[in-house]
């Protein structure tokens, strides 16, 4: 049993200077995660023994975003092999695998990762993942012979011949965990990057007579953040899956390359989403909802049948009841919408609830804010507030009220009363015409100077 373990060390001490960023590389977010995560979270599903991430001295940032995962720190990038050096006290003394992994390589599959540590446990000391990248580019070479794989070349240090290998090494590899201490002290840097390389254990472990083996990982799974370029590039092929994934669970989508998710968002069935519609963090949405074009989530609940946009936008702590109505430029921010009730046109609903089945008219506002403190705006069931209605928080508006339209409404409102504040209405009969002419002639005394 306790040769079956596996312990994950994962390689994130570059600075990524070519992402040209003060964030450190690994993260910088896809699907709105940090690109570590979402290895973790890959790592994690393994049910490893323990995962220990290797950062660079100032990464406090990185330790914050992978708790409760370990981190160690290597205090100068001297390679991968010193990198996983770093580490080394985390794992002495245990027996089973260690699986290396690089924290800006965040696609990688788990099928992948458990085909690797099978053929480890199966009776090879190591497993490294190859691919045939369509370019080869810098990568390290890996030479293989009928025993398996022979030896790791890095590309600086490759004959023509090697580089003329197609088959590239990805960085990750699964490790016997007692022969990697023991390889670990034999490292050295004496090649063309002055580095320790973590690749030259394959060559100890051939000389030692054990068996080493290579898994073949697809070019998408492999993909690496090293630029601003690659990083949109993995954006793509992460929302690729995601829509994928939504269009096999039940979801209709109109045009599918234009919908955003994150990766966290929740999705029922039965949903319809038309274009442009953008999901950032922390969205959940029931089944048979429609939400047309143009809409931005960000923290909202869709409770069932409910039906959103154009152009709506929910904030974080909006709630959509059930069978709802949200229209277009309707912005909603941390309010409970209750069920069946409508907010259909052109309105500001902020830290307010709105009733069941209440309707809430064209351009209405809640003034929830007054420069210092946020202010509640309480509306109850069966209400009616008329158009271009301005409630200014804390306000409470109980069941089957009516404001009228026009109205600026400060002091509350009792159940089933009608509440107009707005100046009353004159008529001056004539007094358009009079306006006309007296207009004109002004106009034609001036013209006539000039
Ligand atoms: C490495 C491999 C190469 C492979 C390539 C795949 C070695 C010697 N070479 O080369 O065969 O084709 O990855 O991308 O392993 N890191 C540290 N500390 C260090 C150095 C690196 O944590 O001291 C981390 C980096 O943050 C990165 C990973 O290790 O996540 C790889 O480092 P990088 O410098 O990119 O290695 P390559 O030279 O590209
Ligand atoms: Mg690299």
Redesign the pocket.
């Known amino acids: 049993m306790s040769e079956n373990k596996v312990f994950a060390v994962i390689?994130?001490?570059?600075q990524g200077t070519r992402m040209k960023s003060s964030l450190p590389k690994v993260l910088h977010k896809i699907a709105g995660r940090p690109m570590v995560c979402h290895l973790l979270s890959t790592v994690d599903v393994l049910n490893v023994q323990k995962a220990v991430v290797?950062i660079?001295p100032g990464m406090e940032q990185v330790a914050d975003a992978v708790a409760p995962h370990h981190v160690v720190v290597?205090k100068k990038?001297?390679?991968?092999?010193?990198?996983v050096k770093a580490a080394r006290h985390e794992l002495t003394g245990q027996t089973g695998s260690v699986l290396v992994l690089?924290?800006?390589?965040p696609l990688i599959r788990r099928e992948t990762l458990e085909e690797m540590i099978r053929l480890r446990e199966s009776g090879n000391s190591v497993v490294v993942l190859g691919f045939e990248p369509d370019d080869p580019g810098?990568?390290?070479r890996l030479i293989v012979d009928e025993n398996g794989l022979q030896e790791?070349v890095?590309f600086k240090d490759a004959t023509e011949q090697q580089k003329a290998v197609r088959l590239?090494?990805?960085?990750v590899m699964c490790i016997d965990a007692e022969k990697l201490m023991g390889w670990l002290d034999q490292l050295s840097n004496d090649n063309a990057a002055g580095?320790y390389?973590?690749?030259d254990i394959v060559a100890f472990a051939r000389k030692e007579g054990c068996s080493v083996q290579v898994v073949t990982g697809t070019q998408e799974e492999l993909s690496?953040a090293n630029s601003r370029s690659d990083l949109a590039a993995i954006e793509k092929i992460v929302q690729k899956q995601l829509r994928q994934k939504f269009l096999d669970q039940g979801v209709t989508m109109t045009d599918p390359d234009t919908v955003y998710f994150s990766y966290d968002t929740v999705l029922g069935k039965d949903i319809t989403i038309e274009p442009s519609v953008v999901f950032e963090l922390g969205c959940y949405v029931e089944d048979h909802v429609e939400i047309k074009a143009f809409c931005h989530f960000e923290g909202a609940y869709i409770h069932a049948g409910a039906k959103v946009g154009p152009f709506a936008r929910l904030r974080p702590g909006a709630k959509i009841g059930a069978q709802c109505h949200i229209g277009d430029f309707v912005e909603i921010k941390n309010s409970t919408i209750e069920n069946g009730a409508k907010v259909n046109h052109l309105s500001y609903i902020g830290d307010a609830r709105i009733g069941e089945k209440t309707n809430i008219g064209a351009g209405t506002i809640t003034c929830n804010y007054d420069g210092f403190f946020k202010s509640k705006t309480d509306i109850g069931a069966g209400a009616f507030i008329g158009s271009d209605t301005v409630i200014v928080a804390p306000c409470t508006i109980e069941d089957g009220a009516m404001t009228a339209a026009g109205s600026v409404i400060t002091k509350n409102v009792p159940a089933n009363a009608l509440s107009v504040a707005r100046p009353k209405q004159m008529i001056l009969e004539q007094r358009a015409e009079k306006f006309r002419e007296q207009k004109k002639i002004l106009k034609e005394n001036l013209q006539n100077k000039g």
Do not use: K, W
């Open positions: 390689l994130a001490a570059g290797v660079g290597q990038q001297q390679g991968t092999g010193d990198a690089y924290g800006d390589t810098r990568y390290g790791i890095e590239c090494n990805s960085g580095e390389y973590l690749t690496g």
